[in-house]
């Protein structure tokens, strides 16, 4: 069955810094997607970036990037150059796609907090 | 282009009060929806699925049911609302093969209070 594993509740990073938050996965899957999404205290899920698992290349979408550790199975998000509006919590999720009717599995979730 | 509509936007509704949220989807055929609960301050609990009309898988089982009575219609509903019931409802649709990434594209959310 698939897991994704947040294990960062919270985090913090100061305004125009990088960060990184973390994600682990677990499948039997041999085909799969990652992605990563963003929801302000408004409530939408914003989509931000994808990354398959046949991708040899990391994923970068503008200031957001992701980190594609195969063999570790992870796939941290790294923000650079962070902005008051990054604030949010984030959600790594996944989805199986040798079947591709399969629904997306999210982790519980890191709390970014950007700090002036 | 697609947008996903969802209503109400909130709603309180008391104990053993029924419920229906709905959820509809304009400019794609046969998408896959999902309806999704979010407790305060946690993550996304899949709650159904739907692949087809009158299609739906279930993923945690309690008092909550989905329908699909149209293509781009996907209900939520209950007979009696429990206090755990409270929630963020979102929808959510995607389309297999979709593009290349295969995301899901999530609704404006439903902000369910039981009293």
């Known amino acids: 069955a698939q897991k994704i594993t947040q294990t960062q509740p919270g985090m913090f990073v100061q305004e125009k810094e990088a960060v990184t938050l973390d994600c682990t996965y677990d499948?039997?899957?041999?085909?799969?997607?990652l992605f990563w999404y963003k929801q302000p205290s408004s409530g939408e899920m914003i989509f931000l970036i994808y990354?398959?698992?046949?991708?040899?290349q990391n994923a970068t979408e503008g200031r957001y990037s992701l980190n594609f550790q195969k063999a570790r199975k992870s796939a941290n998000l790294v923000i650079s150059a962070s902005q008051l509006g990054d604030s949010a919590m984030y959600f790594c999720?996944?989805?199986?796609?040798?079947?591709?009717?399969?629904?997306?599995?999210f982790g519980k979730g890191t709390r970014l907090s950007v700090i002036a | 282009s697609q947008t996903i509509h969802q209503w109400p936007a909130t709603l309180v509704q008391p104990v053993g009060s029924p419920l229906s949220l709905e959820c509809t989807v304009e400019?794609?055929?046969?998408?896959?929806l999902y309806w999704y609960r979010q407790a305060a301050g946690r993550g996304l609990q899949l709650l159904f699925y739907?692949?087809?009309?009158?299609?739906i898988s279930s993923e945690v089982p309690q008092n909550l049911s989905a329908s699909r009575p149209q293509d781009r219609q996907f209900i939520l509903s209950s007979k009696k609302l429990l206090l755990s019931d409270s929630g963020f409802y979102l929808c959510?649709?995607?389309?297999?093969?979709?593009?290349?990434?295969?995301?899901?594209?999530f609704g404006p959310g439903t902000r369910l209070t039981v009293t």
């Open positions: 959510a649709w995607s389309v297999f093969p979709n593009r290349i990434t295969y995301e899901q594209y």
């Open positions: 499948t039997s899957d041999q085909s799969y997607g």
């Open positions: 990354q398959g698992s046949y991708d040899e």
């Open positions: 999720a996944m989805r199986e796609l040798s079947t591709g009717n399969t629904p997306l599995v």
């Open positions: 400019g794609t055929s046969n998408p896959n």
């Open positions: 739907s692949v087809g009309i009158g299609q």
